[in-house]
């Protein structure tokens, strides 16, 4: 009985000592736990070291943010734009954007923020763009984090104007020209521009509405003679 008793004994310190440490695990477990204050999406954010998302089995340090749960009542947009065009950009201009994988185009938006300098868009690349943040106007269902946009930015409005393909324009001495069509031929016309972009030139009022413009410049036999 004294060998049992001593026995016994022995067995319930040992299930102390295993109660005490299955407590002392499940306190570490709960410590690995965080509660978002709010409803929402986790996204994982960037290593600093990779470039890429954080997965598991990456290397972590103190202060380094590994996920994060975005605001869904304001949402944001950010542009990648060449310094070039960035220096046109401002705080407040109109934006328009679409997502391509919701079908949506013309969401309202804004310019919120140009940064102050271009940034490798990846380490090491010598390729550099300026980070632009344009806020999204809209209660659009299923617009959520992480979805690819495209978005247009008003730089400036010209009311009445006519926009015409740079292709449309041609040197002709020290005058800009367009060949109007005429007939079975072509007038040339001497032009001037109000505004120009990469790709279109907004025209002084020389070029009507509905009239046919050579995107080439013609051959001479099809161009007509002026008085």
Request: glycine share 8%.
């Amino acid at each position: 009985e004294a060998i049992h008793r001593e026995g016994r004994t022995h067995r319930q310190l040992k299930i102390q000592q295993a109660d005490r440490q299955l407590k002392q695990t499940q306190k570490h477990l709960d410590g690995l736990e965080m509660t978002a204050p709010a409803d929402g999406f986790v996204l994982h954010e960037r290593s600093w070291m990779t470039g890429n998302k954080v997965q598991e089995g990456d290397a972590v340090y103190p202060g380094m943010p590994v996920a994060k749960v975005p605001d869904m009542s304001a949402l944001h947009a950010k542009l990648q734009v060449d310094e070039i065009r960035a220096q046109k950009l401002k705080k407040g201009q109109r934006a328009v954007l679409s997502v391509t994988s919701l079908g949506a185009r013309g969401l309202p938006g804004k310019v919120v923020t140009v940064a102050k300098r271009a940034v490798p868009v990846k380490r090491n690349s010598k390729v550099k763009q300026v980070e632009v943040t344009v806020s999204i106007d809209t209660t659009l269902s299923g617009l959520v984090p992480g979805l690819t946009v495209r978005a247009e930015i008003i730089v400036d409005e010209l009311e009445n104007a006519i926009a015409l393909p740079r292709e449309c324009l041609f040197q002709m001495d020290s005058l800009r020209v367009v060949y109007v069509k005429a007939g079975g031929r072509f007038e040339m016309r001497a032009v001037s521009v109000q505004k120009q972009s990469t790709d279109f030139v907004v025209l002084g009022g020389e070029v009507e509405a509905g009239e046919e413009i050579a995107l080439r410049e013609p051959g001479a036999e099809l161009v007509r003679k002026g008085n």
